[in-house]
């Protein structure tokens, strides 16, 4: 099977690293990859917003499944493309991948289907916001119906907090369109975790849990990121609580989805907020997350090659069953100062030939290139994401620390906490 992977971060190098173990893969693209990307696989520069070439690509290659990795793309409608020329593709139709790209759409979905999800209205105006914050007495969430890559969302506690986020979502320059409408929802109070399924329209399995850090430094203190670390499986999802989630969430999303002339095919990834052990929705994506996917592709032990092809071709059956590692897996993110605001990049990185043989240890590039004369240098806010494995998830943080400490770029930071909550569970 031939596969072109689209996209070039962490979550890519991941996926192109998981295939490529797969016997069943007999050429690995990505387009357009990265500096660590190509030495797993063969990149082409392509950039994934260039949707007919893509669809050229494929032909041009024979390539049996795209695997589209960011939601860009998917929401302006990769998939439809893709299948309109023929070709098979892992991830939803534009249609279906409201569920990320509008979270009215998908706020609506959750009332429709009666998934739990925090009570919430729509805003058009100042005025609307202002009287949905009000009757919250200003504990509220306040977000950006569109796309908006983490930095459209507020979590309010005070007036002050209610009028700024008003003032960056009605500046015409910071979020366009996609603050046309507004949601302010309650503020809930718990613990995170993601569960992502992969579905083919009528049937799902899902993945063993994860939990992300969105915030930028240590404490969960800082503005929120596209994520600085992520942990394998996480301890606060009994088996309990994971079939709550798959009751009320993950079944009657897909079904949903499907009942309402939308089927959703590829990755159903939902944030949640677990409330006095009580899953809620805080939103979907419609991709892996990034960096939930490094670790929980290394402890996948089951081929993904034959996963992904079987959704794409809408042969998953409920009776499709993954193997996992009962290692821990830890993602720590080295990222570049002044991420997720304003950085430089173009540093050379050191220390990566020296860890590359470490065992149970991998490098997955994010924002890497090569200069002029091929040093691998920073391109990119999160730069690379060190990911290591363990018989727990102190011996795994324990690892990636450990190798942290030889990789180094200027200015580079990242946070020193990561998997702190399943650490405090001793686990
Ligand atoms: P979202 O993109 O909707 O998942 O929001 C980004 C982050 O904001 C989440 O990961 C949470 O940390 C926080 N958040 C979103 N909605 C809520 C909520 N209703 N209550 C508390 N925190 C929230
Ligand atoms: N790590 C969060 C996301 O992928 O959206």
Redesign the pocket.
Known sequence: MKILVIGSGGREHALAWKLRQSPLVSELLVAPGNAGISRDARCIPVQVNRMDDIVELARQSDIDLVVVGPEAPLSLGLTDKLMAAGINVFGPTACAARLESS?AFAKDFCLRHSIPT?SFGICLTKADVLNEAEARRNFC?I?ADGLAA?KG?F?CRSFDDVESAIRSLFDPNQFGTAASKIIV?????GE?VSILAIADGNHYVILDTSQDH?AAYDNDKGP?TGGMGAYSPAPVVTPSLMQTIENTIIQPAVQGMKSDGTPFSGVLYA?L?IVNNRPEV??FNVRFGDPETQPLLMRLDSDLAELLSAAASGHLNHHYKLKWSSDSAVCVIMASGGYPGVYEKGFPITGLDEVEAVKDMKVFHAGTAFDETGNVVSSGGRVIGITAKGKSVRSACDLAYKTINKINFKNCFYRTDIAHRALARDY
């Not at 929802?185 to 109070?189: F, I, K, T, V």
């Open positions: 979270k925090a969430v977000k983490g969302v979590v929802e309650d503020l809930l109070d995170e969105k929120n944030g907020m805080l939103e």
